[in-house]
């Protein structure tokens, strides 16, 4: 399964010594992974926004079975990204995200503007229960709403090699260590993770966002190929963003795990 072809060696990539100042300020998410904070009570951070959360009967992540998960049909799904010269990279407390709209995605007769893209770690997704030290989320979404995602999984390479477009994301890392600020990325060539995705197959389901207010109906489109991180730079993420994963949800269609616990305790 985990052939890796497309990404070429780089040089390991070590903590920046001297980190510029950050840019500017964001505000932070108001949900976390930590106690209160956390998936287990997002629902009570907003009982009226974050109701899927705790009732959906849709949600993800989930544990992708390769012989019971739809797998997309070649061609029916259209991801492009155009390069850009820099984005916005940002901290959000909850994790890290680069704001970047020179994309789309078409499937289904819809196409879904790019809103962003942003890290998980450890993985959210597991495939036949193992789960990967990361996981990337580009996040697409339509004016009326409508939200598509297409996910990567990431795995620690044995021989130091890198996504190159990661590595350029990271560059500034340590710039913003501090939840609620931002930076600028050099520039971004998402050449490789296209070719990537469309050359290997790709898992699909109906779920939901992994983050409040846990939206239902999101179509995802996940690459049946991880894609490689060093391990000095993994580190150096997984030194911001600590741990950022929603915990694995139940079956799709069957009750939301949190309200089959309530009753238990009831």
């Not at 709209?101 to 036949?128: D, M």
């Not at 193992?130 to 297409?150: G, L, N, R, S």
Request: charged share 15%; with cysteine; glycine share 6%.
């Amino acid at each position: 399964m985990k052939s890796f072809l497309f990404i070429a060696a780089l040089p390991l990539v070590s903590a920046h010594i001297h980190a510029r100042a950050a840019d500017g300020i964001v505000t932070p998410n108001s949900f976390n992974y930590t106690n209160l904070g956390g998936p287990l009570n997002w629902y009570g951070l907003n009982t009226t926004a974050n109701d899927a959360c705790a009732k959906g009967t849709h949600q993800s992540p989930i544990d992708i079975g390769t012989q019971t998960v739809d797998y997309a049909v070649a061609g029916s799904v259209n991801f492009n990204v155009t390069n850009v010269p820099s984005a916005k990279f940002e901290n959000l407390g909850s994790g890290l995200e680069v704001v970047i709209t020179n994309g789309s995605l078409a499937t289904n007769n819809i196409t879904y503007p790019l809103a962003q893209f942003h890290f998980h770690t450890p993985s959210e997704h597991r495939v036949n229960e193992e789960y990967f030290p990361m996981e990337c989320h580009f996040v697409f979404e339509t004016e009326a709403k409508q939200i598509a995602v297409v996910g990567f999984l990431m795995e620690l390479s044995p021989f130091g090699y890198t996504t190159p477009l990661f590595d350029s994301v990271f560059a500034h890392l340590d710039d913003i260590s501090n939840a609620g600020t931002y930076t600028e990325t050099g520039p971004l060539d998402f050449t490789g993770i296209i070719s990537h995705f469309n050359k290997f197959g790709v898992y699909t389901y109906n779920g939901s966002l992994t983050t409040p207010p846990c939206s239902e109906n999101v179509p995802w489109f996940i690459s049946t190929e991880p894609l490689w991180i060093n391990v000095q730079q993994y580190r150096a993420v997984k030194n911001v963003l600590k741990y950022n994963a929603r915990y694995t949800q139940d079956t799709l269609g069957q009750t939301n795990l949190l309200e089959v616990a309530a009753k238990e305790l009831n």
